[in-house]
């Protein structure tokens, strides 16, 4: 009881004794944070068991494995535009975070990760469950900083929260000795940060270069937007639709900035890159401006770089400045947040609409249409196709789902096919390209969004990596809606084999469980599908179901999704079959 | 365009862990650094890397700029040699005897510049500062007189442009950063715009 006695002696000066452990769910409070996604162990058990006496304020999802914990987080973080929290003990626990930290860093994330940590004296001796976790994640956070005595942790905790939201967002990790967790000090309240001197969140926007571009883009006749989830994360999708619609300049999006635009605008010509639509790719090397909004110009989106959009002009308007002519030199580049640089950007543009130049996009779609879309959302055989359950789900949910996919043929399939509304809606990896990712990430997604519909579209192969966060579902009882498009191959790998190794299916036959009486297991009903008759009305009772559901469709089984531009070529050299 | 060498100047927080950071980015690339120091700079508290590498200047700028975008740096500057003042400290260690008995040692060593640290009766320490040919140098002449051990430390450098870190400082202070940071480089090179 010594401990009461202290704290209530201290209560009536202006700062009072906590735990190091008390001070991070402070903190987290003071930050907004709804739920934490974590696994307990030994050496994080003292802010455990602060969480005991704040689980009236703090949610905290029990998940079935460290990197379910953070691709939910993730899940949370893109869903919910807030910043996820996610708690792992040392060692083991903290290096199955190592994927999620990588995801979240390329796909730039907010997180804060809290890993316990051994007791401050064993650092550097081998003790058990002790693993170099700032060292091991450096390359993976965006700041990371590991506290041994309690009383930093308020300031590293504001600093933490500062530099995950902010600017490029990404993952902090902070690593919290046992010593430190368990201390007491005099806590003066919780101040957030607001800036640090050797940290610019964005640049500051020079009027100048935004004069340039726009006389740039006034003088243009081909103009082309492609555009990526900076869009989303400076939640400037209003700016952004402002902006192509006075200017008149159709637009294409990364699969990370699909739904900043609703499918349906008039000027949404599609998808980029590898598996991209046919207009969006050809005619990137027929622009004659191309303005790049919020987006890093991935391998997967240029295809070979010299000879990509070489006759054009670029404009890339991006917040890190290390993104300007990283891969692609711009011949403007606008350094800033887009919430700031597109108002001002469209003041300046000219009101144009270019008819014959939309043309040219809608005569590649025919194109696409008929030797790819056709086919594949009304197959001329019995053998379902991923596109046409996609359609379908589009007419059911009439594109107002979050959908979340895995990583492989039917992340593809799901990013070109599915309808969207409103923006934070689709939720994928994007750059690190996590198999696995989806289940996890559609539990923390709703958590993120409880008021929408959440489907996890997964593959045979990826529901298979983090399969146990069925775990997670049964035990939170949260509701999603889990989608396996099962073709009984490691579809995309089956994919790349059989153009470009000669058919040589080397380890892609992969096996599949019973997923219905796996989920049986797991208290979710579910239901399989394998005739299309079956499919309208088995996606119906999915998502009309109260509570979680699981819908297996059996799909081609060597289907191959196009178009498709090979690795190491130009985007011009896309093939639609 | 070919790889020359450049001198990085990194002005930071003093961190723990903010030299692994740094040298990721070199690492990731496969960018072999050739010399690395790390020391107090002209502002308080303020640390400064003084980092040697052989690239393509291409190369260089995208590296200063994904350095800068460190938490804790404050600034990242690239630097030619032709743009920077700079030295480099040897130490050498040679046998007593065979300078005293060689008045053809004494006059190398004069000859280089170099200045005795020690003086003991087995052997002697000297010292030389200079650029890396300068302190090669004079280990190849000292070689035949049997040199005992050599060292030299990383490079130091000095930019002839710079006007110090205090003003900058004070602007990185302040909660609104100022106009600086903001060079683009680009905007007049419209013509050749792509690379790779």
Known sequence: ?577 | MNKQEFTITVYTENHIGLLVRIATMFSRRKINIESLNTSPSEAEGIHRFTIVINEFEEVVRKLARQIEKQVEVLKAYYNTNDEIIWQELALYKVSTDEIAEKAQVERLLREHGARAVVIRKDYTIFETSGHREETDNLVAVLAPFGLIEFVRSARVAIIKASHGFHEKLKEFEEAQPGEEQLENEFLNKQDEIFTM
Request: with cysteine; proline share 4%.
């Open chain 1, 1 to 577: 009881m010594a401990t009461t006695d202290i704290s209530a002696a201290t209560e009536t000066t202006a700062t009072k004794t906590i735990s190091g452990s008390q001070a991070v769910l402070e903190a987290f409070i003071a930050e907004g944070v709804d739920t934490i996604f974590g696994y307990p162990g030994g050496a994080i058990m003292p802010i455990y068991d602060a969480l005991y006496d704040y689980h009236d304020q703090l949610k905290h999802i029990l998940v079935r494995h460290e990197q379910g914990g953070i691709h939910a987080g993730q899940g949370y973080a893109r869903s919910s535009g807030k910043c996820g929290v996610v708690f792992a003990t040392s060692g083991p626990g903290a290096t199955n975070l190592v994927t999620g930290l990588a995801d979240a860093m390329i796909d730039s994330t907010p997180l804060v990760c809290i890993t316990g940590q051994v007791y401050a004296h064993l650092l550097g001796t081998d003790a058990f469950q002790e693993i170099d976790v700032i060292n091991i994640t450096t390359p993976v956070t965006k700041w990371n900083y590991q506290v041994t005595d309690a009383t930093e942790l308020p300031a590293v905790l504001a600093k933490a929260f500062y530099i995950a939201k902010t600017g490029r967002p990404g993952p902090v990790l902070i690593d919290i000795t046992k010593n430190a967790q368990l201390q007491k000090f005099e806590y003066a309240g919780y101040t957030p940060c607001k800036h640090i001197r050797s940290y610019r969140p964005k640049p500051i926007v020079r009027k100048e270069y935004i004069e340039d571009a726009a006389a740039i883009i006034n003088q243009a006749e081909k103009p082309f937007v492609i555009f990526g989830q900076g869009v989303i994360l400076g939640k400037a999708e209003k700016e952004f639709k402002a902006f192509i619609e006075k200017a008149g300049i159709p637009a294409a999006w990364t699969i990370l900035g699909l739904s900043a635009l609703p499918t349906d605008h008039p000027l949404n010509v599609g998808m980029l890159g590898m598996h991209g639509n046919y207009g969006p790719n050809v005619l990137t090397n027929d622009c004659d401006v191309l303005i790049a909004i919020g987006m890093r110009f991935d391998d997967r989106v240029t295809g070979r770089l010299d000879k990509y959009a070489k006759q054009a002009k670029i404009i890339h308007l991006d917040i890190d400045p290390s993104e300007i002519d990283k891969n692609v030199k711009a011949t403007v580049g606008v350094w800033g947040d887009c919430k700031e640089t597109l108002p001002m950007l469209t003041k300046l543009v000219e009101s144009k609409v270019y008819p014959q130049w939309l043309h040219k996009f809608k005569e590649h779609q025919d194109e696409e249409v008929k030797e790819v879309i056709h086919e594949e959302l009304n197959p001329s055989t019995d053998i379902l196709t991923m596109g046409e359950v996609i359609r379908n789900l589009n007419e059911l949910t009439g594109g107002d789902a979050i959908i979340v996919t895995d990583v492989g043929q039917h992340q593809m399939v799901a990013c070109r096919y599915a309808k969207f509304n409103q923006s934070k809606s689709n939720i994928t990896s994007g750059g690190l390209g996590t198999m696995g990712f989806a289940l996890p990430a559609a539990i923390g997604a709703k958590f993120g969004a409880p008021d929408r519909t959440v489907v996890a579209i997964i593959g045979d192969g990826g529901i298979q990596m983090t399969i146990q966060e069925l775990g997670t579902i049964m035990q939170s009882e949260v509701d999603v809606k889990i989608l396996i498009l099962n073709n009984e191959f490691l579809g995309m790998v089956r994919q790349w084999q059989q153009l470009f190794h000669d058919k040589r299916y080397s380890f892609v036959d992969i096996a599949s469980p019973d997923y219905i009486a796996v989920a049986k297991a797991y208290k979710i009903e579910g239901q399989k599908v394998i005739h299309r008759t079956d499919l309208n009305g088995a996606l119906e009772t999915m998502l009309n179901h109260k509570g979680s559901f699981l819908l297996e469709v059996m799909v081609g089984k060597e289907n191959n999704v196009f178009p498709m531009v090979p690795q190491g070529c130009s985007i011009s050299e896309i093939r639609l079959k």
